[in-house]
């Protein structure tokens, strides 16, 4: 059973406490809403301060990377230049999934340590790297999959890309344009399995 993120105002009165509530994570497969579980202390926690950091804008653009993942590393460049493009507009968050991961060089403030698979959860995250864009307003997920079609399979990485997917999408959210890039399967190495939460 994974125990995620709530809205809220949905939780019917749950309060915090200091008390954390030992926490499963299973594979990454919930929805990117505010339901992906049921709500448990810890992962309560992880949450608000995931909010915190990186729902304050509009837009928020999750990728999970790790440099332990050649096909992740092989996409610093290209994450580099969508912040550098898109990061006054979207909020961009790198979300480690639980793997200690090093921030990219000058996106430091970017990192989040997932180490409990909670956001990777709640966005529906199985591989790294994958990209999430998601409207913090309506809590509606916009687009979840490859960040371009570089990554054909494990071990093969195509030097040029021909369909920017995650540049379409955000391009798309600055013009006020409405998304037609489709979701897609991302090709990474698969996150997990996670520390649980005592």
């Known amino acids: 059973m994974f125990f995620g993120c709530f809205d809220k105002g949905k939780l019917g009165g749950t309060t915090q406490n200091n008390s954390l509530t030992k926490v499963q994570s299973a594979q990454a497969n919930a929805h990117a809403s505010n339901e ?34 050649p096909i992740a590393k092989s996409y610093i460049k ?38 409990y698979g909670v956001i990777c959860g709640r966005f529906g995250m199985k591989v790294y790297p994958q990209a999430v864009v998601y ?33 379409d999408v955000l391009t798309n959210l600055i013009l006020e344009k409405p998304n037609t ?8 190495c698969f996150v997990g399995p996670f520390d649980s939460i005592k």
């Open 36 to 69: 992906c579980g049921r709500p448990r202390e810890g992962s309560l926690l992880i949450c608000d301060e995931f909010r915190s950091r990186f729902e304050s804008n509009k837009y928020l653009c999750v990728i999970s990377y790790s440099n332990e993942c």
């Open 78 to 115: 290209t994450i580099q230049n969508l912040v550098k493009r898109f990061g006054v507009t979207v909020q961009f968050c790198l979300l480690d999934p639980g793997v200690g991961s090093r921030p990219i060089n000058g996106l430091d403030d970017l990192i989040f340590h997932d180490n």
């Open 135 to 167: 409207n913090c307003l309506t809590r509606s997920k916009i687009y979840s999959g490859k960040i371009d079609d570089r990554a054909v399979s494990l071990g093969v990485v195509s030097r040029v890309a021909t369909k920017n997917y995650l540049f």
């Open 181 to 188: 890039v489709a979701s897609n399967e991302a090709v990474g």
